[in-house]
């Protein structure tokens, strides 16, 4: 089978490549990625020489690159998003293009070849849980509460458009909050840890009372899986960790594990509009996809920890912005080489 994975560079997509690869070495998988401030190809640096894998720097609104990158393709699995709340509070105009406009080019690239598409969403779409309400599921109306979230729920209504109106064979997953290995230090996990193993403080927001529901990475790339092999088309299915904790939860437990006191916490003002709780009920994809999350969120934590004790130089570079730098340059060269080069983009994805 030959995948198509956009966003592959970024946290999630990096270990989903990762996951499927050593899980099905047979399959052939084209990682599409922009390459923006969140997405880092050093995560994929160990798999550059695996013949199974090719790379091309593009953007998923490039409708022409798109509608090559699509050809002979079995399977979309659509990662590609810009995912922070606190940034869509700052300018939202991102979160349109790429969210939306960007999975409106990939469909239209393929409504008329019929690929089977898999779109990755967030649990944010569904707005805010009280302390007593129900788990979202996936039959919770939508209320999307930031930018960010809007911009999700969009591109999942349009998903689901082109199943109706196109016949597209779609599926939909709805995550929680993902932690583990190459997330972003600008995340709530690696940011604390990395605070702690620089010496500073811990920016809470609030009094940490806000909820999450949190999943190991892999977990969700297992139920990301499953829902590809054993999911109905059409449907939608909701991958949560079962580990609902309030984010002083989660700072007294990095602080308790890396042998820290609560005297490093900064308590900071509040995000505009931050939803107090969000929890999702897995019973569907349990039911249909015979699929449950299987970390413990200690132990998750614990490896979490231990690999960004292990990586130092790869969030270094990436806080001090040299990773950036490097890749702007071999842009510049790029589009400097380009007049000479006559080789067309599409001898990239050719294996």
Known sequence: ??????????????????????????????????????????????????????????????????????????????????????????????????????????????????????????????????????????????????????????????????????????????????YGPYQFPEKLIPLFIINLLQGKKLPLYGKGKNIRDWIYVDDHNAGVEAVIMKGKIGETYCLGGENELSNMDITRKLLDLMGKSESEIKYVKDRPGHDFRYAMDISKAKKELDWRPRTDFDDGLKKTIDWYRKNKDWWERIKSGEYREQENKKARKQENNKARKQKNNINIIKF
């Open 1 to 178: 089978m030959k995948i198509l994975v956009t966003g592959g560079a970024g946290f999630i997509g990096s270990n989903f490549i990762h996951y499927w690869l050593n899980r099905h070495p047979e399959d052939k998988i084209i990682n599409l990625d922009v390459l923006t401030y969140a997405g880092n190809l050093e995560n994929l640096r160990d798999i550059d020489k695996n013949s199974n894998y090719k790379f091309i720097k593009g953007d998923i609104c490039d409708k022409k690159l798109v509608k090559k990158a699509v050809e002979n393709i079995d399977l979309i699995i659509h990662f590609a998003a810009e995912s922070h709340v606190d940034r869509s509070i700052m300018g939202s105009e991102d979160f349109i293009r790429t969210n939306v406009e960007g999975t409106r080019v990939l469909l239209d690239a393929v409504k008329e070849k019929k690929i089977r598409f898999h779109h990755v969403s967030t649990d944010e779409v569904f707005g805010e849980l009280g302390p007593t309400d129900p788990l979202f599921s996936e039959n919770t109306s939508y209320d999307p509460r930031s930018p960010y979230s809007a911009s999700k729920a969009a591109s999942d209504h349009l998903v689901r458009a082109y199943f109706y109106t196109h016949k597209l064979p779609i599926t939909i997953s709805n995550c929680t909050n993902n």
